[in-house]
């Protein structure tokens, strides 16, 4: 079965830079979306950063500019990443990696379209 586990997570100062990284098992065709999600305490999940199989990616206006999502392979499994850049504190939350099946369009943000999740990862912005 899918499993995502997420890393990278942890403290930087308002202006500085995280990269998060969610390496996938048990589904290697590099097919599928994936995406990050992230949800403060007392707040909704949001959708941060998605990309398709072609490379196709969308982000939320909130990061645009500032955050980066890319696909890579790290010992022969998939690998997603979030290079986190000009960090605000309003970007500290816990981060979730995510993946669904292919779909046509521009990769979606919604939680709720997506199937398997990673654990999370926190970051938090002083």
């Known amino acids: 079965h899918v499993q995502l586990v997420e890393s990278g997570g942890g403290s930087a100062q308002a202006g500085g830079s995280l990269r998060l990284s969610c390496t996938v098992s048990?589904?290697?065709?590099?097919?599928?979306?994936m995406g990050w999600f992230r949800q403060a305490p007392g707040s909704e999940r949001e959708g941060v950063a998605a990309i398709n199989s072609d490379g196709a990616t969308n982000l939320a206006d909130s990061v645009k500019g500032r955050f980066t999502i890319s696909k890579g392979t790290t010992n022969t499994k998939q690998t997603l990443y979030l290079q986190m850049d000009s960090l605000k504190p309003e970007d500290a939350a816990t981060y979730y990696c995510?993946?669904?099946?292919?779909?046509?369009?521009?990769?979606?943000?919604?939680?709720?379209?997506?199937?398997?999740w990673g654990q999370g990862t926190q970051v938090t912005v002083s």
């Open positions: 995510a993946m669904r099946p292919l779909i046509s369009g521009a990769p979606p943000l919604t939680s709720a379209q997506y199937t398997f």
């Open positions: 048990g589904h290697d065709d590099g097919s599928g979306v």
